[in-house]
Nanobody, 125 residues
Framework: QVQVVESGGGLVQAGGSLRLSCAASGRTFSPYVMSWFRQAPGAEREFVAGVRWSGGATHYAESVKGRFTVARDNSKNSVYLQMNGLKPEDTAVYYC??????????????????WGQGTQVTVSS
């Protein structure tokens, strides 16, 4: 059974930075893609960024391009989200997710098999 655990959320002022981490457990863990999603209060869950496990191809939501960077470390079964230039509208619970099989585009939430419990990111103005 694969477990996915996020960490690194917190409270930051607008313009600041945070780095989220996501670690997956499981001896045979080899997903097709790992991604970050977020959900703000009263809103639907939305795709933020994703990275293909083999090759490292990335994809970002338009709202975070140029500010967020997603990266993976295959040796540690981990994926990271570096968030710079944070804005109040980035406030949300951020979820890490892993898809076992081919997923295109990365934003298709229903294709993901494993989800973390989420970590809160709050950006104050």
């Amino acid at each position: 059974q694969v477990q996915v655990v996020e960490s690194g959320g917190g409270l930051v002022q607008a313009g600041g930075s945070l780095r989220l981490s996501c670690a997956a457990s499981g001896r045979t863990f080899s997903p097709y893609v790992m991604s970050w999603f977020r959900q703000a209060p009263g809103a639907e869950r939305e795709f933020v960024a994703g990275v293909r496990w083999s090759g490292g191809a990335t994809h970002y939501a338009e709202s975070v391009k140029g500010r967020f960077t997603v990266a993976r470390d295959n040796s540690k079964n981990s994926v990271y989200l570096q968030m710079n230039g944070l804005k109040p509208e980035d406030t949300a619970v951020y979820y890490c997710a892993a898809a076992r099989f081919y997923t295109s585009p990365y934003s298709l939430a229903q294709r993901y098999d494993y989800w973390g419990q989420g970590t809160q990111v709050t950006v104050s103005s």
